[in-house]
């Protein structure tokens, strides 16, 4: 074979090798995909249609199967590639299994059913039980020591500066055990210690808080924006104005917020 003909089919190997890859690659990106949150160990609410979510290639047929359902669950993914459905959850109890299944199939453990609860806000929310955020709680030691709940499960989202609310965070359910617990938001935890004892069921407890953190931050570029906020102060507007795209959240002056109205 003549050199510049060898140099040609090298070429079209190459090429062809390469789109053989891009290929792979983008099936493999279309598999059924989960948020965080929806993982294996959460505790979903008890007794009413709860949401479950994810993504999946635009238009694949997804099944769901959940350990105390009869039939099975179907919902194809939209245009975007997301899929949503709302499945009805029993009394509390656990642990069940979570079979969701595209292409390929997502198997969740060590699920259980009970009371869900989000914990969050600033620094007295962030303050956690052992000397992580903050110098922990009085007696810290033995109260982590006596922490020893495994159907308290915690999922605490890590903090990331984001410029729209995001479709997924990083973050994974635990037991609570004093191996889990130090990290985790002090109110938030007595608050789903009392449940738990009170309630004899699971507790799922979602902690999102950052401490220092201004209003501004956890407030949405829409309302960020109306016209009542910027007449009520001209110059905290133009300080703030880029809260909801600047990588960090501006310093906290203290201003008493008014009413929000659009336009």
Not at 80 to 85: A, K, L, M, N, Q
Not at 181 to 197: D, E, I, K, T
């Amino acid at each position: 074979m003549p050199s510049h003909t060898r140099g040609w089919v090298r070429s079209l190997v190459a090429e062809f090798g390469a789109l053989a890859l891009v290929v792979i690659v983008e099936v493999a990106a279309a598999d059924v995909r989960l948020p965080a949150v929806i993982g294996s160990g959460m505790v979903l609410q008890r007794e009413m249609e709860a949401p479950l979510w994810g993504w999946a290639d635009a238009g694949e047929r997804v099944r769901l199967k959940a350990d105390w359902l009869a039939d099975e669950v179907t919902v194809t993914a939209g245009q975007d590639g997301t899929w949503r459905v709302r499945v009805r959850t029993p009394g509390a109890g656990g642990p069940y299994k979570i079979a969701i299944a595209g292409h390929n199939t997502v198997t969740l453990e060590n699920v259980l059913i009970g009371e869900v609860w989000v914990c969050s806000g600033q620094s007295n929310m962030q303050w956690s039980i052992g000397p992580v955020f903050g110098p922990g709680v009085d007696n810290y030691a033995d109260v982590i020591k006596a922490a020893d709940y495994p159907n308290i499960r915690l999922f605490n989202v890590k903090n990331t500066v984001a410029a729209a609310p995001a479709a997924d965070c990083a973050g994974s359910w635990t037991p609570c055990t004093p191996q889990t617990v130090a990290p985790f938001s002090a109110v938030g935890y007595f608050f789903g210690r009392a449940l738990h004892q009170e309630l004899k069921v699971p507790i799922g407890l979602i902690g999102g808080s950052w401490g220092g953190t201004p209003a501004e931050a956890w407030t949405s570029k829409r309302c960020a924006k109306c016209r009542s906020w910027r007449r009520a102060s001209p110059s905290r507007w133009r300080r703030w104005r880029g809260c909801a795209t600047n990588r960090s959240p501006p310093p906290s002056v203290r201003i008493q917020r008014p009413r929000c109205t659009t336009g």
